[in-house]
C-alpha cells in the first residue's frame, strides 16, 4: 500500500455535551465528547473509497475519556 498521508488529523472531539466531571477512585471520567470526522479525514476516505459520502463533521460516536489522577 501507498501512504495516504504523512499528517492528518482524523477526528474533531465536541465538549459541548460534557456531563460534569466524576471522580471514581483514582480517576477523573468525562463523559459526552462527541466525536466527528474530520475534514482531512473525510477526504481521505472519499478518495480512498470513490465516493462523496463522507463529510467533515459525520458523528462517530460519544467517548468518555478516563484520566488517571493520583
Same mark, same amino acid.
Given at each position: ?13 465536541? =465538549? =459541548? ?6 471522580? #471514581? ?13 474530520? #475534514? ?14 463522507? /463529510?467533515? =463533521? ?11 489522577? /493520583?
Amino acid at each position: 500500500g501507498k501512504v495516504a498521508a504523512a499528517n492528518a488529523f482524523l477526528f474533531e472531539l465536541h =465538549g =459541548g455535551s460534557l456531563k460534569p466531571l466524576q471522580l #471514581e477512585g483514582d480517576n477523573a471520567i468525562l463523559t459526552g465528547t462527541t466525536v466527528h470526522i474530520s #475534514e482531512d479525514a473525510a477526504g481521505l476516505l472519499n478518495k480512498t473509497f470513490g465516493t462523496d459520502a463522507v /463529510k467533515r =463533521g459525520l458523528l462517530v460516536g460519544t467517548a468518555t475519556i478516563t484520566a488517571q489522577i /493520583k
